[in-house]
């Protein structure tokens, strides 16, 4: 309903030769109206859901600055879980060894822990779930020994030092926030030319029958 009276506006005519006539919406009109409309409440509600999910997590994330970090110790704490699925309402538990490392930033002594990003805040990498605990195994010892071959490695660490922990790579950027944004701004800016279009088009009928009746 809330739609619909907004789509009823659009019904609205001008006043041709000091009367009131309706110009009625050929149904092609009708429904490109509807779809334009229809597309602006989409990406409305888009940009609401992204906006307290992925946008807040972007204003939130403090490690802003990018540094290089040296490698100082890389041991493996412990066995950690997950699950995995195997099949249809099936998970089952596996098993894979945590690998903590701690670094120095930039040479200035502070020592932080490494994650792989803002997710894996215990372990340096979570690797893919899987049945085989061995391949997951494997996984982190690849990753054990190339930090230590390669000792320094560039990171992103909170310059506020409020957060202990210094990252490899971040999920919530600039980058994100843009690429968020991108695809509920394209519906909002094609709807809204739609409805644009639209009446363009009817602007143009009525004036080619305003001409059409000076001539006559």
């Given at each position: ?7 009823q506006k ?13 110009t ?6 009708d ?9 602006i409440?989409?990406s ?22 990018e ?17 995995y699925s195997?099949?249809?309402n ?5 098993r ?17 822990r ?6 894996t ?63 509920p ?19 143009l ?12």
């Open positions: 309903k809330f739609l619909w009276s907004i789509y659009f019904r609205e005519v001008d006043i041709l030769d000091k009367k009131k006539t309706v009625a919406l050929k149904p092609g009109e429904r490109a109206i509807l779809l334009g409309l229809g597309m409440l989409c409305m509600m888009m940009y609401f859901v992204l906006g307290i999910t992925v946008l807040r997590s972007c204003a939130d994330s403090v490690w802003t600055e540094g290089t970090c040296a490698v100082i110790n890389s041991t493996v704490t412990g066995d950690m879980n997950c699950s195997c099949g249809s099936c998970w089952r538990v596996s894979f060894p945590c690998l903590q490392v701690y670094v120095s930033v930039n040479n200035t002594g502070r020592i932080g490494l994650s792989h990003n803002e997710e805040q215990d372990c340096v990498y979570i690797p893919r779930c899987q049945k085989d605990s061995a391949a997951m195994r494997a996984v982190i010892v690849n990753i054990s020994q190339h930090l230590k071959t390669n000792q320094h490695v560039s990171c992103f660490y909170d310059p506020s030092e409020q957060q202990d922990t210094v990252l490899l790579t971040r999920l919530y950027d600039h980058s994100a926030a843009f690429h968020t944004l991108l695809w701004s394209c519906t909002l800016t094609i709807g809204a030319l739609i409805i644009v279009m639209v009446n363009l088009t009817q602007y009928s009525r004036l080619c029958e305003e001409i059409g009746k000076i001539k006559r």
